[in-house]
């Protein structure tokens, strides 16, 4: 990615993940920030930036889809509010991590302190029994 001198300066503890234009209405794009799997979605005027893993079984999200506001996994359709990461849909799993995200000069900005202070997701396969 890259700036020219007319975009603002970075705001301390943000860091640019994509360029508006580098986003489609209605698509999930994945980004990795400090060592993190996020994605984007571009939802109207509304961007949110949320961790990419399901909270279920950690399947990619920006593989689902979007609709309504939401986002619904792949793998067992769960979904999740790109608002507040509330899941739904008969679901009562964790929260979808939803990052402070600001669009400047054309560029989308994600707080990067607030994603640094969330451990990473770790995903722990757990052995069948024998
Ligand atoms: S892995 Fe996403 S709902 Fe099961």
Redesign the pocket.
Known sequence: MTCDRSDPPAPDGWTAVATLADLTEGALAPVEVAGHRLMLALTGARVSVCQRL??????D?SRGRLDGGRVF??????SFNLVDGASGGG?D?PSLRVYPTEIRGGQVWVEQAAVEADPPLRIVRIAPRV
């Open positions: 399901c909270p279920h079984e950690y399947a999200l996994c792949p793998r067992h359709r769960a679901w799993l």
